[in-house]
């Protein structure tokens, strides 16, 4: 099986921010990096689904399952990190439709979009890394159970 230099570089990309997230971030942060680490697998599976007819209909299926998690994530937990990588998970959705509504658009031009989507998402993810918090005992205090942004007596 051939890979492209942006398959190979996500192949090694997503192991390397997986671990680094898992080992340094916080709840929603490991959830996400997690997800995407699970997501990212599953892919390969997805595309069989659909009989690698175009568009992949099993990878878009795994992709807005990915982007529900993301939207959930974003409206539970105060992070800049979480509404970038929701983002480019939802624009990620946006290029599946696109390919389901005309599915005559160029397929090579639709994974690189999708593969872009992706960076893009990682970028966010490692972002979070560095997005200062704020500091409250153990943690922010969107990573308490029970913690409602909106309503922080629950």
């Not at 099986?1 to 916080?26: A, C, D, E, N, Y």
């Not at 595309?47 to 399952?65: F, N």
């Not at 998402?121 to 990573?143: I, K, N, Q, V």
Request: net charge neutral; with cysteine; charged share 10%.
């Amino acid at each position: 099986m051939s890979h492209s230099p942006i398959q190979t570089l996500g192949s090694i990309l997503t192991p390397v921010v997986t671990v680094l997230v898992v080992w340094r971030g916080g709840r929603p942060e490991r959830i996400t990096a997690l997800a995407s680490l699970a997501a990212f697998l599953m892919t390969p599976y997805a595309q069989k689904l659909g009989g690698h007819h175009w568009p992949l209909l099993g990878v878009a299926l795994v992709d807005v399952s990915f982007c529900a998690l993301l939207v959930c994530l974003a409206l539970r937990f105060e992070r800049a990190w979480l509404i970038m990588a929701a983002g480019a998970e939802l624009a990620t959705v946006m290029a599946h439709l696109g390919m389901i509504l005309d599915p005559t658009l160029m397929a090579r031009g639709y994974v690189i979009t999708l593969w872009i989507f992706y960076f893009i998402f990682l970028g966010a993810l490692t972002y979070s890394l560095f997005e200062p918090r704020p500091l409250t005992g153990a943690g922010s205090p969107g990573d308490a159970p029970g913690h409602n942004a909106h309503n922080p007596n629950p």
